[in-house]
């Protein structure tokens, strides 16, 4: 598994965790809002949580933009380069 897969599969526990949904669940392109009813407290709680777990500052003006896990991780890869 590379670091690539270990992100992608963190970010989607983070986010089952917060939705309250199984891991297996979580499709990684699905909008998080139109998909799993998130809404924009539990956006913050992801944020705060992966800026946690990787130890990064994750910009606010980028986040409306990630709805989804797979735009956390581009995110999260950009922040982490």
Same mark, same amino acid.
Do not use: W
């Given at each position: 598994?590379?670091?690539t %897969?270990?992100s992608?599969?963190g970010? =989607?526990?983070?986010? *089952?965790?917060?939705? @309250?949904l #199984?891991?297996?669940?979580? %499709? %990684?392109?699905? %909008? +998080?809002f139109?998909?799993? !009813? @998130?809404?924009?407290?539990?956006?913050?709680?992801?944020? *705060? !949580?992966?800026?946690?777990?990787? =130890?990064v *500052?994750?910009p606010?003006?980028e986040?409306p #933009?990630? =709805?989804s896990?797979f735009a956390?991780?581009? +995110?999260?890869?950009?922040? @982490?380069a």
């Amino acid at each position: 598994m590379n670091s690539t %897969d270990h992100s992608i599969l963190g970010l =989607r526990a983070i986010v *089952a965790e917060i939705l @309250a949904l #199984g891991v297996e669940e979580i %499709d %990684d392109r699905a %909008d +998080l809002f139109e998909e799993y !009813q @998130a809404d924009s407290l539990n956006l913050i709680e992801i944020v *705060a !949580q992966v800026e946690k777990q990787y =130890r990064v *500052a994750l910009p606010l003006e980028e986040l409306p #933009g990630a =709805r989804s896990v797979f735009a956390l991780h581009e +995110l999260l890869t950009r922040q @982490a380069a």
